[in-house]
Structure formats: C-alpha cells, structure tokens
C-alpha cells in the first residue's frame, strides 16, 4: 500500500517542478500509481477528504500538458475514464478541485483527439463523462446554499461554487467537442443564473461589448455564477457560433498553459535557450552540474560564456539538483507523520539516479 504521504510529496513535485513532472511522466510506475490512487480512494486513509482532495490536485497537475505518449499512457491504464467516475462518491468539500482534474484532462484528450488510433476511443470516453457528470449534477440539490457530504474531514461546500464549477465543465464539453448542454441541468443551474443577471442587470445572452469598464469585466467573469449564466444564455455546439467558440477554445488553451507555465523550474539551454521538451532530458555540465545543454555542440559554443561562472558556482555532490528537492520534502513530511511510521523512498528519486544519474557532459 502507499503511504498518504508519498501523495502529498508527487503533489509538490507536480505542482513545483517542471522537470520533475516530465520525469514522473516517463516512469512505467506513474500511471499504474495514478489508477492506484484512483481505484482505492474509497478505503481506509484514501477516503479522508484532505487525502482524496491531494490526490485530485495531483494528477490535475500530471494531467495538464502532457505528450501524446504520456495520453497513450494514461487511456491504456483506463484513468481518465475512472477519474471522471470518482464523481459519483467525491464528497462536495473535494469535487471543485476534482472537476478542475476532469477539465484538464477534457483539454489533453480534444488536443489529440483527431489522432487515428486515438480517435475512436477518445470520443467514447468522453460521452460516457458527460453522461456521468450529468447523471450527477442533476443529483445534486442546489436549493441549499452549502452542500454537506458528512464526516468530521468532509466541510460543507458552497452550491453556487460547485455548480458553477459543474457549468465549466460542460462549457469546455460544448466548446471541444460541441456535446449540447441538456435541459435538465440548465434548471438545475438556472437559480444563480438569474442571480447573476440580476447583478450586473442583464437578460440577453453575454456580450463582450457591453460598454462596461475592465474592472466591471473582470468583477463579472470572477463572479461564482458566471459560468452558469454563460452556460444557460449561451450555446457553444450550435454551428451559427464558430467564432465565439474559437475564441472561448483560445482561452481555455492559454488557461492550461498558464498552469503549466506555474512550474518554475522548466529547465532551458544554457547557449540556445530552447526549452527542455517533454520527451526529452537535457544534459548538464559536469563541473558545477547547474547549467544544462540541448546538444553537446550548444555545450561547446557555450564554453566561453559559462567558463568563469562555472568556476564561482557551488559544487554539488549530487547527481541532480532535484533530488535534494525531493530530500527537503520528505523531510518535511516526517516532521507530520504519526509515530513509527514508514516513509518510502520515492520511485521518481530512484529511477532517475539510475537512468540518468551518470548522463554528464565534460
């Protein structure tokens, strides 16, 4: 069994390092850890709402721009197909950060969705979570103003926000594979709706222009029923809207891409500045074992620049720089966990010591 901590510690490295992330992606461990995570989130210490809600946030952050070979990944270990599942018995405290997972993951897959061998299974997955989301929204009763699950760990949550959230979600199922919304869960929705119409006074459908200021614009797209009014005014899949659904598909991109811009330790060319790409480890100079290089030509002609910075640059007798990250964390974890309990070495750590531990340039 894994340890809840460990979670907590995959979280960190998701949300934190870029580099991390891209090695996580490569290990044959990472998935089957994922479903793991997914399939037994209803026993023992994995149902605590604190437990599920690190989980959703971890693999919301594994999700967001992966490869196609990590999606390959992903759909042969069936994840997102149990991510979208875990709805039915998430309890409400956990379920806005669970739909931000599934949204995530409803971008990754439409981004490879006109993919050959992808295609086919794709699209069955994704009707299978809009009939399930759907199922479960039109469950919910949004009457009550908090929504309680039950349990010590399990805070009630607000119904405009999960609602809201719920609007999102089938605004991006409009927006990338134009699925209607039904009219069932626009009832459901419809209450703040109209509470947001009734704030900013408007009862037409929502118009970009409608000669109010950008803070008044901004104050519209924070409020917590926007979504809601956007999804019931307003219908993404009808073919009279490619426009407005082009511009609403750029925004959700650069949304995902902002999450992954979060990662602050992307790693890039130390002469080319070219970017670390997924499927790719840069290697790092073997001096100072700070500065990394796309090629050994990019190593060379960066020499001259890095030779005098080399020298004043702190040795490290580790292999990578990340390790010591991952040292800090569990570190930091023992410092929480109860009495004799187990900290385990983390596969990430292991796996990259051994595969690329020794890759140095001299």
Known sequence: ????????????????????TRVLRKSKLFCPFLKH???????????????????????????????????????????????FERIDKCPYDCMIVLLDAI??????????????????????????CYLTLLKRAISIDFSKNELKSGGIFSPPAKSAEVASTFAEIFVYLQVYFRLPTHAKLKIKIKRFAMEFATKYKQNATFNEDLGCTQEEMMDMRNDANFSCYKLLTFDYSKDEVARERKLAKESMDRNSEDLEEERN?????????????????????????????????????????????????????????????????????????????????TPFAVWLEEKYGSKEQN
């Not at 399939?39 to 490869?67: F, L, W």
């Not at 990590?70 to 997102?80: A, G, Q, T």
């Open 103 to 128: 949204g995530q993951s409803i971008v990754l897959l439409a981004k490879y969705k006109e993919e050959e061998e992808l295609k086919d299974t794709i699209v069955e997955i994704i009707k299978d």
């Open 265 to 345: 330790v992307n790693i890039h060319c130390g002469f080319c500045k070219k970017e670390e790409p997924e499927d790719v480890l840069f290697s790092r100079c073997a001096k100072c074992k700070m500065i990394y290089y796309c090629n050994k030509d990019c190593q060379v002609k960066g020499w001259k620049h890095h030779k005098r910075a080399c020298k004043a640059l702190p040795k490290t007798s580790l292999k990578e720089p990340l390790l010591n990250f991952a040292e800090s964390i569990q570190q930091t974890s023992k410092s929480s966990m109860p009495a004799g309990a187990t900290i385990y070495p």
């Open 1 to 20: 069994m894994f340890n809840t901590h460990l979670i907590r510690m995959y979280k960190d490295f998701l949300m934190e390092h870029g580099r991390a």
């Open 37 to 83: 995570c997914l399939t037994q989130a209803d026993n023992e210490m994995y149902s605590i709402g604190p437990v599920q809600y690190d989980i959703y946030v971890m693999i919301k952050y594994a999700i967001v721009g992966g490869s196609l070979p990590f999606v390959k990944k992903l759909i042969k270990h069936d994840i997102p197909r149990l991510l």
